[in-house]
Each structure stands twice: as C-alpha cells, then as structure tokens.
C-alpha cells in the first residue's frame, strides 16, 4: 500500500527556491514510478516531473533546468528542488505513484495521490 504525504510548500518571492517532500509510509516506495504535478485554481492538474525505480528521469519542459527532482529509496522519500521560481509557478503541488518502470505525464495513469501542498510565488 502507498500513503503519500507532501510537504514544504509555502511562499516564495520570485526568484527564490523552495523543496518539496513527499513521503510515503507504505513499504513498496522502491518499486514505484514518483511523479510530481501541479494544478493552478481553473486549470487541469499538469505534469512537473518523474523518476522511475531504476532513476531515469523527466520533465515538464516548463521547469527544464530550474526544477530538480530526486529520490531517496532508503527514505521512501522523493523531492522536488525548484529554483529560479515564477509567479507562473504558482499552483498546488502534488506527488503521485504508479506501479511499474514506465513513467509517464498523463494523471490518471498514476494510481496513488498525496493531499497537495500550496507553492504561492510573489512577482
């Protein structure tokens, strides 16, 4: 069973940085694709980023080269490092997990969701 909890949200001035932590009390975290996504008020919930369990990695390419995300298996544990923040960057932020090595941007692929943690960016 995966239990996903997020956090590190907040507010930020443009500019800055912040990072995310999603954690999941269930024992199978390693054999788990990990997803972030973001969804703003009146907008479809977007793909941000994944790694799979064998560590290849995606991205949105709207966070190419300011977002980083990583995994710690030891720590059933992934993050999202996000710098070089924009007001466009504002949204609620989700981690999500889907069984298997294949990752992919689409939502409902993805069978297990965290609560969302609110990024508020400043201009």
């Known amino acids: 069973q995966v239990q996903l909890e997020e956090s590190g949200g907040g507010l930020v001035r443009a500019g800055g940085s912040l990072r995310l932590s999603c954690a999941d009390a269930?024992?199978?975290?390693?054999?788990?694709?990990m997803a972030w996504f973001r969804q703003a008020p009146g907008k479809e919930r977007d793909f941000v980023a994944a790694?799979?369990?064998?560590?290849?990695?995606t991205y949105a390419e709207s966070v190419k080269g300011r977002f980083t995300i990583s995994r710690d298996n030891a720590k059933n544990t992934v993050y999202l490092q996000m710098s070089s923040l924009k007001a466009e960057d504002t949204a609620v932020y989700y981690c999500?997990?889907?069984?298997?090595?294949?990752?992919?941007?689409?939502?409902?692929?993805?069978?297990?969701w965290g609560q969302g943690t609110q990024v508020t960016v400043s201009s």
């Open positions: 999500a997990a889907r069984a298997g090595l294949s990752s992919t941007s689409v939502p409902g692929t993805y069978q297990y």
């Open positions: 790694v799979n369990w064998g560590g290849a990695i």
């Open positions: 269930g024992r199978t975290f390693s054999s788990y694709t």
